[in-house]
């Protein structure tokens, strides 16, 4: 039996967009849906709460790499809580633990994880209608980076990138 594949879904915290938090609660839904494990940031703000959420509601499994050493604020949709105490480099733990990442939308912690995922030769989506940070990303590594306008685009690149492609 093969592992269960590991999506981690990256993105704004406290200053997430509605869209964000929209995209990033539909994406937890529908990687729920496929019986993959979700992997965020684990805290209860933004699109790690809105991506947790979703993945709950559909079913999933979901862990969250916490940058510190309690639970005070993680999502209640986080089945796994991994206390790291390592503040910001804890976004390498979830670069290396997922087999593709998704960033949804951008921020600067984002913006770590997509050069830590892109560094380590990881997939990344950008989930985002921000184009210079796409034009930047998809410039450094043309071959690891997808550009994704909608959750169903997100889903496509990421079954292409599992070789999933339904037919």
């Known amino acids: 039996m093969m592992r269960k594949m ?29 019986d993959w494990i979700l992997l965020t940031g684990g805290r209860n703000a ?13 079913g999933g499994l979901t ?3 916490l940058p510190s050493n309690h639970t005070n604020n993680v999502s209640n949709a986080v089945d796994v ?9 804890r976004n390498n733990i979830n670069v290396l633990s997922s087999d593709v990442i998704v960033a ?3 921020g600067l912690g984002t913006v770590s994880e ?5 560094k380590n030769r990881k997939p990344v989506i950008l989930l985002s209608e921000h184009l210079e940070s796409q034009e930047l990303f998809k ?3 043309p071959n690891l980076t997808f550009i994704a306008v909608d959750t169903k685009t997100t889903m496509k690149h990421i079954q292409k990138i599992f070789n ?4």
Request: net charge negative.
């Open 6 to 34: 590991i999506i981690g879904v990256m993105g704004p915290g406290d200053s997430a967009t509605e869209i964000d938090i929209k995209n990033a609660y539909e994406l937890g839904k529908l990687i729920g849906q496929e």
């Open 139 to 141: 410039n450094l590594s």
């Open 164 to 167: 999933l492609q339904k037919e």
């Open 63 to 65: 862990i969250g790499i």
């Open 81 to 89: 809580a991994i206390l790291t105490d390592l503040g910001n480099a």
């Open 114 to 118: 997509i050069a830590l995922a892109l």
């Open 104 to 106: 949804c939308g951008i």
């Open 46 to 58: 933004g699109v790690m709460d809105a991506a947790n959420k979703g993945a709950k509601e559909a």
